[in-house]
């Protein structure tokens, strides 16, 4: 048996104009609705992630707590699970699959919340990373129906820095000849572990490799680390998903659609849920400063830093157990008030 559900979203039409059809979102949930239906958290995926990276954030005891809430958590488009260039049949498969962007996800999740479950309040979303910019997005796009928010190490809209830090990682992956401009054979996989190693020098941060950290997580050596975390997780990944979902991220930004038509203070001011920002001090491409700006222009808004020095990496669930116990923390007194 499958470790997911899938929704069938049949025929979108997305932002960028395209028509995808027999769209499918994949999601797991964990905990019962209860019968007034308002014990929901909605708890989205993360870059190169799967639902199951999430599971660390819940458990007995935790704020995301199986046994009071009922959490969903949707897998991304370009994941490999919901709608993705690696298992979307021609003609919009591999090189061809349109941008999705947050606007379009969102709407699709909401399907997934309404349409699925009859769902008409969410008592909390909440997400690390592209989850965290997810979260922002709900808050935007449907603030009469999420109570709370609580975005960590991502932000409202990506910044310039973000976009260029992305664009070093794409030019090393699409640099392999073997990536045949997405209509590759066998993966590209000399492009996978350059974008990889691209990538080690953002996501944690100068503290973390100053002190070595690598060594207490069980590495022998910083080869070890950069082979084995960073190379080994971003072989096992289609490249051309890995590039779908950072066409996601690149356009990200709340007030790019419809509803604000790129007001972003706009955008911010209209979030009317209760939200705890947690951004890492540490963050180099999610860095406090954008944070500070976003909670200013929100009307019930806190910045709560995770003071940490593991980057962005902090925020991963389950991957520093201190910064995963503050931000448990956090949850439990948002979910509280």
Not at 82 to 101: K, L, Q
Not at 104 to 111: E, K, L, V, Y
Not at 210 to 231: C, H, M, N, P, Q
Request: with cysteine; hydrophobic share 40%.
């Amino acid at each position: 048996m499958s470790d997911y559900r899938i929704f069938e979203l049949g025929d979108v039409d997305l932002q960028c104009g395209l028509r995808l059809r027999g769209a499918r979102l994949a999601y797991q949930t964990y905990g019962e609705l209860n019968a007034q239906k308002d014990n929901v958290i909605v708890f989205p995926t993360f870059f190169s992630s799967r639902h199951e990276a999430n599971e660390p954030m819940i458990g007995p005891g935790m704020a995301l707590d199986p046994s009071r809430y009922f959490i969903i958590v949707p897998n991304l488009f370009g994941n490999g699970i919901s709608s993705s260039p690696s298992n979307t049949p021609e003609p919009y498969d591999r090189a061809r699959f349109p941008v999705v962007t947050y606007y379009d996800n969102i709407g699709f999740q909401r399907r997934l919340v309404t349409e699925g479950f009859g769902i008409e309040k969410i008592r909390l979303v909440c997400g690390f990373s592209m989850g965290a910019q997810q979260s922002f997005h709900w808050g935007a796009c449907y603030p009469d129906m999420v109570e709370r928010i609580a975005p960590w190490c991502g932000s409202a809209r990506t910044s310039g820095h973000n976009f260029v830090f992305l664009e070093g990682v794409k030019a090393a992956l699409r640099a392999d000849a073997a990536w045949n401009n997405g209509w590759y054979d066998s993966p590209p996989r000399t492009g996978l572990r350059a974008m990889a190693r691209v990538y080690a020098g953002w996501a944690p941060s100068q503290a973390f490799y100053r002190e070595k950290v690598y060594l207490d997580l069980g590495f022998s050596s910083l080869e070890d680390y950069l082979i084995t975390a960073w190379e080994g997780r971003y072989l096992q990944l289609d490249a051309n998903d890995i590039l779908a979902m950072v066409a996601t991220w690149q356009a990200g930004d709340i007030s790019d659609n419809p509803l604000y038509g790129g007001d972003f203070e706009k955008a911010l001011g209209s979030i009317k849920a209760r939200a705890f920002v947690m951004p890492s001090r540490t963050d180099q491409y999610f860095p406090p400063e954008d944070n500070e700006i976003e909670v200013s222009l929100m009307p019930n808004a806190e910045l709560r830093v995770i003071e940490t020095i593991w980057g962005h990496t902090g925020g991963g669930p389950g991957r520093n157990p201190a910064d995963t116990a503050f931000i448990d923390a956090q949850l439990k007194e948002l979910l509280g008030s």
